[in-house]
């Protein structure tokens, strides 16, 4: 066993038992700005295999997203039977907010990948991994957090579905001109 898998245990571990030491942690994460510069990754080895190198060009940002209720603001001109409705279901999940939130920020550089690090009962808390294209010489895609082509924006478009439902990612009239498109090509 090597020592990664130790302290990958060590951190689960701790974070299960929610003792002293995360408490205290949260506690000093919450005082902070919502988009906060961290110097290395609080869970190194999850920042390793998401593809976290410690050397120039790589930043790790910790990201606070609120959780809870997504509740709409009021109409601002008099009464809108349309926009009556209190409560919406955001198109974005929790970690992708967060990675447009810290690419937001850093507008120089692009977004690796994310995982949690913490959550209390307001927030959810993310460590962002920001790669400098040009100083690291990575061929990421441009703005890919707002795009969906990180790993939390695939997993939204339901890029991770096998089998029978796999094609839920593309719209219905897409699925169709796409079938058409290759029937066409059969007969020729």
């Keep these: 066993m090597g020592a990664y898998k130790y302290m990958r245990e060590t951190y689960q571990a701790e974070l299960k038992e929610r003792g002293d030491l995360v408490k205290g ?22 920042a390793r295999t998401l593809g976290y190198k410690a050397k120039e060009g790589y930043v790790v940002v910790r990201v606070r997203v609120g959780k809870g209720r997504r509740r709409r603001p009021n109409p601002h001109k008099g009464r809108n039977p349309a926009h009556a409705y209190l409560y919406v279901q955001p198109d974005v999940g929790l970690r992708s907010q967060a990675e447009q939130k810290a690419n937001r920020k850093y507008t120089n550089m692009e977004v690796l990948n994310s995982y ?3 959550e209390d009962g307001n927030y959810k808390f993310f460590e962002i991994i920001l790669v400098d294209t040009l100083c690291t010489g990575l061929n990421l895609n441009k703005r890919r957090a ?41 007969k020729i």
């Design 25 to 46: 942690k949260i506690f000093k994460w919450r005082r902070e700005p919502v988009v906060n510069k961290v110097s290395r990754p609080s869970n190194l080895v999850r």
């Design 116 to 118: 949690l690090v913490g």
């Design 146 to 186: 707002y795009r969906g082509l990180t790993s939390a924006g695939k997993k939204r478009r339901g890029y991770r579905v096998k089998g029978t439902d796999a094609p839920r990612r593309r719209s219905k009239k897409k699925e169709a001109k796409a079938h058409h498109v290759s029937r066409r090509y059969k």
